[in-house]
T-cell receptor
Framework: GAVVSQHPSRVICKSGTSVKIECRSL??????MFWYRQFPKQSLMLMAT?????????EQGVEKDKFLINHASLTLSTLTVTSAHPEDSSFYIC???????????FGSGTRLTVV | DAKTTQPPSMDCAEGRAANLPCNHSTISGNEYVYWYRQIHSQGPQYIIH???NNETNEMASLIITEDRKSSTLILPHATLRDTAVYYC?????????????FGKGMKLTVNP
């Protein structure tokens, strides 16, 4: 159980364009979705938390208008990086969560490179 | 901020047991100890978690001290594929809306 599908696994985009990352929980309902990013040689940093049907809560320093999160269903959440810049290049990881069981699962990550 | 401290790195010989320590001296009574690992360019992988009692699964064993201020993750027979960054994390409940705060983790290198 607790299968998570995140795609794309790797994307290269031009500066100024937008990129959408999808995260699906395939065999459970994710009441909460966490989005992390990880810069090279650093740990995972939480960007935002969203509950199904509600607006996301962003961590300090994360621009909510730049990183748009949609969590419209219990099995799908998306992160859209708008007007991407090279400094947004990073490894983005989703983590759907449900109460009980292991609780925390993670997607395989998306490597975003903005050129 | 992360509530755990781990040594930055550790080496282990293939086939030997790897004992990964973690300090969590400020852990609360209702907080679990979770262990995850991250192999390069992949998402974190769940290993094991526990509250007070020692736990064992097909991947590892978790030994939690009686005062719960520290724990040790044991990989009984380390393989080259166990080379990864290991994260020890404390969290109040099993999932739900309680976020996981990752520290710097510990890089385990298993040598042939």
């Amino acid at each position: 159980g607790a299968v998570v599908s995140q795609h794309p696994s790797r994307v290269i985009c031009k500066s100024g364009t937008s990129v959408k990352i999808e995260c699906r929980s395939l065999d459970f309902q994710a009441t909460t979705m966490f989005w992390y990013r990880q810069f090279p040689k650093q740990s995972l940093m939480l960007m935002a938390t969203s509950n199904e049907g509600s607006k996301a809560t962003y961590e300090q320093g994360v621009e909510k208008d730049k990183f748009l999160i949609n969590h419209a269903s219990l099995t799908l959440s998306t992160l859209t990086v708008t007007s991407a810049h090279p400094e947004d290049s990073s490894f983005y990881i989703c983590s759907p969560s449900q109460v009980g069981g292991y609780g925390y699962t993670f997607g395989s990550g998306t490597r975003l490179t903005v050129v | 901020d992360a509530k755990t401290t781990q040594p930055p790195s550790m080496d282990c010989a293939e086939g030997r047991a790897a004992n990964l320590p973690c300090n969590h001296s400020t852990i609360s009574g209702n907080e679990y100890v979770y262990w995850y690992r991250q192999i390069h360019s992949q998402g974190p992988q769940y290993i094991i978690h526990g509250l007070k009692n020692n736990e064992t699964n097909e991947m590892a064993s978790l030994i939690i001290t009686e005062d719960r201020k520290s724990s040790t993750l044991i990989l009984p027979h380390a393989t080259l594929r166990d080379t990864a960054v290991y994260y020890c994390i404390v969290s109040k409940i099993q999932g739900g809306s309680e976020k996981l705060v990752f520290g710097k983790g510990m890089k385990l290198t298993v040598n042939p």
